[in-house]
């Protein structure tokens, strides 16, 4: 089923959403369009301290340029993955999966946000500092550095680049600084811990399975329901939750891409005029 498909079946059961649908599938014709092309990625040089956090030492122009490229090709990867499973779960009226797919999705864009601010940051030495520490915990962080701290089984399966993970709450906020500009006002941080009720075990993340009825004395009567009874605005939530991230996600993932590195000690020279501009107009843009 294509993804056209899809959000004509979310219109169908919830026409309210017709128009950000629209949006949502011009957001996603526009991604389909984006090249996957191959690029030179030079051998990393990562010096670890005491506690094996690791820093890049070539923070050079082919280094960056291919970092650039991973994060901006990866992020993408996991936002078109995830967008089908939250229409689908939407299209039969679930949004406990399509959030769960969602916060997911939020986290790619979050990451490719994160990257880009991180690269506009590196026109200073100390930008340029924090820019060396994120790169690894990019390319090489995994969930089993800390497991594998305390299991010789775990760290027998790491290389010894990989190690510990970016923290994804400072990920967040750079979306939310991404995607708002002076207006951010931490709106993306309380969207992304709505959803974790959704993706953590909280009861709150189910209560549009369950019913209660006052009763006497002083109590309740509850019903679990195997089906959801999800409110329209809850839909409305999710679907303008993921016109966010396919906003945000889209364009950082694609400044990314096309950055332009040069030699020198501040390689980062940034987004070409023309590649901002069919970014913006495609993406950021208040009418896009």
């Known amino acids: 089923m294509t993804f056209s498909d899809l959000i004509e079946q979310v219109r169908r059961r919830f026409p309210d959403t017709n128009q950000r649908m629209r949006q949502l599938e011009r957001f996603s014709r526009a991604a389909e369009q984006l090249p996957w092309e191959p690029f030179y990625e030079p051998v990393s040089v990562i010096e670890h301290d005491q506690k094996g956090r690791g820093k890049h030492l070539n923070v050079d122009a082919p280094m960056l340029g291919a970092w650039a490229k991973h994060m901006a090709y990866s992020m993408r990867i996991r936002m078109r993955s995830f967008e089908p499973i939250v229409l689908r ?3 039969v009226g679930t949004t406990l999966g399509a959030s769960t797919a ?8 979050a990451m490719a946000s994160l990257c880009l601010l991180r690269l506009n940051e590196a026109r200073t030495d100390e930008g340029l500092e924090k820019l060396a520490s994120l790169i690894p ?36 906020r750079a979306l939310d600084e ?30 549009t399975f369950v019913t209660s009825k006052d009763v006497e004395p002083e109590g309740w009567r509850i ?12 839909v409305i939530g999710v679907v303008d939750g993921l016109r966010l991230s396919m906003r945000g996600g889209y364009a950082a993932s694609e400044m990314l ?14 987004t070409p005029m023309d590649e901002g501009q069919r970014i913006w107009s495609t993406f950021l843009a208040p009418d896009a």
């Open 257 to 270: 891409r096309v950055a332009e590195f040069l030699d020198g000690p501040r390689p980062y020279r940034g």
């Open 137 to 172: 915990k990019t390319l090489f962080g995994t969930a089993l550095s800390n497991k594998a701290k305390k299991d010789e089984r775990v760290l027998e399966m790491l290389s010894f680049a990989e190690q510990q993970t970016i923290t994804i709450c400072t990920a967040i």
């Open 223 to 234: 019903s679990y329901a195997p089906a959801e009874d999800a409110g329209l605005s809850v």
């Open 89 to 91: 779960e939407l299209a």
């Open 178 to 207: 991404f995607a708002y500009g002076d207006a951010a006002n931490g709106s993306t941080e309380i969207l992304y811990a709505l959803l974790c009720e959704s993706g953590h075990p909280n009861h709150r993340g189910t209560l």
């Open 102 to 109: 969602l916060r997911a999705h939020l986290e790619a864009a």
